[in-house]
């Protein structure tokens, strides 16, 4: 969680934060199944969020503690974030791995993800890709876009687990469905060239690049130009993709 950051309340779910060097510090909104039970502790946890939010470090500290003892899952997130990133406390890896853990063992997407992030990122003193790979697997299955981006990665790279280029595809995709221009532009590289179980089809492809160009990736402008041209000659001059 940062400083600045607002902290949210559970009503609804948000998105992760983007791939950064350390663990997000961001606490996302929590969102529940619609018939699930209530989240137990929930006042207590909006407490220390609001307290948080007022910049009363120390009391939210403990608040989000007591709240995370009583089950609550993003209590234990948020007090995990505060004992990782040193916030009203020193910090403390091992707490924090402890509470991240209960989090990501109580289903909670964003915290699966974070903890995945632990092992990958050099955070721990001990590197284990592998079990990333587990965690970002469960946050991708909920689709946590971030940790979609996270597996495809280490499906393209064979760290953490076998090398398949298919498998980067499917979680690449799924992240550029939901807008990850990044992805957006990957997809179309694939559907450029086919192959991996991909079929090549160059229009595809000419709409995922026009998708990442409108969101401002160069590459994929210049790729979206190309196929324009090569495409819709007659178009080429005066296309271009509608910004988002």
């Known amino acids: ?12 779910a ?3 934060p983007p791939h950064a060097s350390n663990p997000p ?6 969102a529940q199944p619609l018939h699930a039970k209530p989240a137990p502790a929930q006042k207590e946890t909006q407490t220390a969020i609001d307290d948080y939010e007022a910049g009363n470090y120390p009391a939210a500290l403990g608040e989000f503690k007591d709240a995370a003892e009583k089950g609550n899952r993003l209590a234990a997130f948020n007090y995990a974030m505060m004992k ?6 020193p910090v403390d890896v091992p707490e924090a791995e402890h509470w991240l853990k209960k989090a990501a063992e ?3 997407s964003h915290a699966q993800y974070a ?3 632990l092992f990958d990122d050099g955070v721990l003193e001990r590197l284990d890709p592998g079990e990333a790979h587990i965690w970002y697997l469960k946050a991708a299955k909920q689709g946590h876009v971030q940790a979609q981006i996270a597996l495809a990665n280490q499906f393209m790279d064979g760290r953490g687990t076998k090398q398949d280029f298919a498998q980067a595809f499917v979680w690449y995709h799924k992240a550029a469905l939901a807008g990850d221009m990044a992805s957006e532009y990957i997809v179309g590289t694939y559907y450029e060239r086919g192959g991996d179980g991909v079929t090549p089809n160059l229009e595809t492809a000419r ?11 160069p590459a994929a402008l210049v790729n979206y ?8 000659p007659a178009a080429a001059d005066h296309d271009a993709p509608a910004s988002e």
């Open 1 to 12: 969680m940062a400083a600045a950051a607002s902290i949210a309340s559970g009503s609804t």
């Open 14 to 16: 948000s998105e992760a």
């Open 25 to 30: 510090r961001t606490a996302p909104q929590d």
């Open 84 to 89: 990782l990133n040193g916030e009203g406390t």
């Open 106 to 108: 109580a289903d909670m």
């Open 115 to 117: 903890y995945g992030r």
């Open 207 to 217: 709409q995922w690049y026009a998708k990442a160009a409108a969101q401002g990736d």
């Open 225 to 232: 130009k190309a196929l324009t041209e090569k495409l819709h």
